[in-house]
DNA sequence: GATTCATATCACCATTATGTTATATAACAT
DNA sequence: ATGTTATATAACATAATGGTGATATGAATC
């Protein structure tokens, strides 16, 4: 059901696609001025490319036979709201975790 | 270099993970409590737990023959270091975006 | 019009990921 | 001592990932 965190956060996991988004952080680039920085050829960066464009992180134009890329500006939403909303799950219950955990033992305790 | 930010990308872009770390923010539960909402055999969930223990997201004691999880304090830490130094950038940049594009544009411009 | 440039896509290969079943092991209950 | 519970691990099948070189295509240049 949530495909799309598991596209956004699998896309991050990968080295060169985290700096190819911190050079667009910098500003729009084509695939060549992108491929360059790497040790890798056009076409490896081409599909690194298509991975961050499903994943909702980047948006290409068309400008004649270049098609420079940029960051999505809606990119990393889903990202934060999972990490909000697992922070927030995290606060709600750490303030009553010695009380679960307290429970647990007791129940274990109860099983001998 | 990085490859613990890989690892714990990786470890949150599967579903099943990211549902045992949401069950983990209420409290420590064993192997079989985590596996048990899950269609699923134990041993696909022991592995998850351990792809979530080498990302450094989990923690694992010894209690007879269990082995209660629970949420490592640091687990998100590198990525929210990540995500933190992403946004500025981008901040940094973004004032001037319109002026890199201006450049940019008549950088082309002059190709001509 | 021919050549070069920017990019995409295809066929392929190696590696990693994710699941299964079967089995081992240690702790617990009887 | 024996059976059961909790977990791990091994062996395996299958699919996904990330790279390569070869090649297609359309735009730019000469």
Redesign the interface.
């Known amino acids: ?2 495909q799309s ?3 956004a ?2 896309a ?4 060169t696609r ?1 700096a190819i ?2 050079r667009l ?4 680039a084509t695939v060549m001025e992108l491929a360059a920085p790497f040790a890798m050829t056009q076409p490896a960066i081409s599909r690194h490319l298509r991975v961050l464009e499903e994943a909702g992180l980047i948006t290409r134009r068309v400008e004649g036979a270049k098609r420079p890329c940029r ?1 999505a500006p809606k990119g ?1 939403a889903g ?2 709201e ?2 909000g909303l ?1 922070r927030r ?2 606060e709600a ?1 750490y303030s009553r ?1 010695d009380e ?2 307290a429970i ?1 033992a007791k129940r274990r305790k109860d099983k001998n």
């Not at 952080?25 to 729009?28: M, P, S």
Request: charged letters at 15%; glycine letters at 4%; hydrophobic letters at 60%.
């Open positions: 059901m949530n965190l598991d596209l956060f699998s991050l996991s990968d080295a985290r988004l911190s952080a910098i500003g729009e960051l990393l990202i934060d999972w990490l697992f799950a995290l219950n975790l679960v955990l647990q």
